[in-house]
Nanobody, 111 residues
């Protein structure tokens, strides 16, 4: 059974940074792509970034140049480094692998 556990969210001021982690178990993580999504309150979930099993990364236009996705296969962990955070980045952030989702981690950007 695939399990994903996100962590690293919190409250940060505009311009600040956070690094989210997603620990994966129950599957050979090194074989699969992983993606990050976010869902602001009362809005639809949206794709943020993805990284293939070989390390090819893509990020959505709204976060390009500010967010970086990475992975450490030895630690079964995916990461989302978020810099220059803005209030519009406030959302619950989820990681996704195949059809499995984590429980989400709240990111709030506010002064």
């Amino acid at each position: 059974q695939v399990q994903l556990v996100e962590s690293g969210g919190g409250l940060v001021q505009p311009g600040g940074s956070l690094r989210l982690s997603c620990v994966i178990s129950g599957i050979d993580f090194s074989r699969y792509a992983i993606e990050w999504y976010r869902q602001p309150t009362r809005k639809a979930r949206e794709w943020v970034a993805g990284i293939s099993n070989s390390g090819r990364a893509n990020v959505a236009e709204p976060v390009k140049g500010r967010f970086t996705i990475s992975r450490d296969n030895a630690k079964n962990t995916g990461y989302l480094q978020m810099n220059s955070l803005q209030p519009e980045d406030t959302a619950v952030y989820y990681c996704n692998l195949l059809a499995s989702w984590g429980q989400g981690t709240q990111v709030t950007v506010s002064s």
